[in-house]
Structure formats: C-alpha cells, structure tokens
C-alpha cells in the first residue's frame, strides 16, 4: 500500500511539474511577442505593402483586430506551447472594393497561423509546417 502511495505522489508531482512547465512556456512566448500594431508586408512571398493591411495584436484581450485593405476584421487567439498559436476565424465588415481576393486571401492565411516569430521588429506567423504565411514588421 505504502508503494502504490509513493507512486502515486510521485506521478502527480511530476503531473504538477509538467503543467507549471507549460504555463512558463506560454508566458516566455507571451512576453516576446508585444501588444501592438504591425503593418503586414508580406503575404507568402507577395508584397503587400501598398495595400495597407494591419494587425493589432491586444495580449490583455488575446484578440487580433485590423484593416485589411477596405475592411475591418476582429478575431480572438489562444497561445500554445512552443511558440504556438491558434486563431480563431475572424469577423469582417463586408465593404465592397477592388481587392477583395487580397482579403480573401489574408483572411484564410491568418485561419491556417499556427506559430509565430517576434524578434522585435518583425512579427512572422506560420502554418502547421511552420512554413512562413505572412510577416508584418512593428509601427
């Protein structure tokens, strides 16, 4: 009996461990990306930057907001383990406008973002494979 408790005491210390570990790891990941706005320039290797798409990323909110092109768009995010990260499908005002492809295809990149780079500057957001979908550097 004494055996199966110590096992047990065990296995939750380190289910414990395990669980705090992966709080710190999401509050690293956390503290390098910042809150703010980020002027998306690329879109897979398209330049973007005259089309002046947006991204204001709210940590306190865990919410995306922006402009994509003629439309305004509000998404939330739960961040994940390793730099991960999982949005949710966005909201958008339906304004008509020329590049509505453009916004078609902005919004189905930020549907697929699965991980995300910050390295100051830059913010980098990636697919499942960790391919690079879009990069928009800080205003």
Do not use: H, W
Not at 14 to 24: A, L, P
Not at 34 to 55: F, Q, R
Request: charged share 35%.
């Amino acid at each position: 009996m004494k055996r199966i408790l110590s096992l047990f005491t065990v296995l939750l210390l380190f289910v414990g461990c395990q669980e705090k570990q992966s709080d710190k790891q999401k509050m690293d990941a956390l503290k390098q990306l910042e809150s703010g706005a980020y002027d998306i320039e690329y879109i897979d290797d398209k330049d973007v930057t005259p089309k002046k798409i947006n991204l204001i990323a709210m940590l306190e909110e865990m919410q995306l907001v922006g402009n994509i092109v003629c439309n305004k768009y509000t998404t939330s995010f739960k961040l994940e383990d390793d730099f991960g990260i999982f949005v949710k499908p966005a909201g958008v005002t339906q304004a008509a406008c020329e590049d509505q492809d453009l916004e078609r295809e902005y919004l189905e990149r930020l549907a697929k973002v699965r991980f995300y780079a910050y390295d100051g500057e830059q913010l980098i957001l990636k697919d499942e494979n960790k391919k690079e979908l879009m990069r928009g550097k800080k205003n």
